[in-house]
T-cell receptor, first 113, second 117 residues
């Protein structure tokens, strides 16, 4: 069985603040993939990143960065200098072995001006 | 990049009618498509896995006679909500796995919001 936990249900920040969204996962497989998706109010899922279990290198893409720590089974997502357009629900997801994609419950981020 | 088109994006229907939602992979072949359901302020829950040319695999608790899935071609899967009731009102999202990809690459459609009156 696999599981994704996003303990933060909702986060509110003021524009330009940095914010970190937590994601903790569980799987018995040694090969797996982790994802982050953004879901704005319009509803579509926007793919942000995919990381495989053998690549623990942290990644930075513009204001976004991801910290993958296998030792703590975490794949946290940081937005630097947040903007109002970052307001959305963010989902962490996991796929491993022959399983299907499992989503966390999501974290709603509200960035106010 | 890979694009998945989902249609309609919004649909309102009367209780008791059936509604069909289409999921198309526009520029790639998808032997496997997935259908998710999302209630307000909740996560996406997998309903079923749709395999081209064979019967869909439904998740536990999902009524296969209620949610008919057809995956007749490598680019199209349909979800039909039969005899819809207000409790079926939800956001339905499909995703498609590229046949040529072995690395679990899924592309999501934009979703279909169903409202049953």
């Amino acid at each position: 069985a696999q599981k994704v936990t996003q303990a933060q249900t909702e986060i509110s920040v003021v524009e330009k603040e940095d914010v970190t969204l937590d994601c903790v996962y569980e799987t018995r497989d040694t090969t797996y993939y982790l994802f982050w998706y953004k879901q704005p109010p319009s509803g579509e899922l926007v793919f942000l990143i995919r990381r495989n279990s053998f690549d623990e290198q942290n990644e930075i893409s513009g204001r976004y960065s991801w910290n993958f720590q296998k030792s703590t089974s975490s794949f946290n997502f940081t937005i630097t200098a947040s903007q109002v357009v970052d307001s959305a629900v963010y989902f962490c997801a996991l796929i491993s072995g022959y399983s299907t994609l499992t989503f966390g419950k999501g974290t709603m981020l509200l960035v106010s001006p | 990049g890979a694009v998945v088109s989902q249609h309609p994006s919004r649909v309102i229907c009367k209780s008791g009618t059936s509604v069909k939602i289409e999921c198309r992979s526009l520029d790639f072949q998808a032997t496997t498509m997935f259908w998710y359901r999302q209630f307000p302020k909740q996560s996406l829950m997998l309903m079923a896995t749709s395999n081209e040319g064979s019967k869909a695999t439904y998740e536990q608790g999902v009524e296969k006679d209620k949610f008919l899935i057809n995956h007749a071609s490598l680019t199209l899967s349909t979800l039909t909500v039969t005899s819809a009731h207000p409790e079926d009102s939800s956001f339905y999202i499909c995703s498609a796995k590229q046949s040529s990809s072995g690395a679990n690459v899924l592309t999501f459609g934009a979703g279909s919001r169903l409202t049953v009156l």
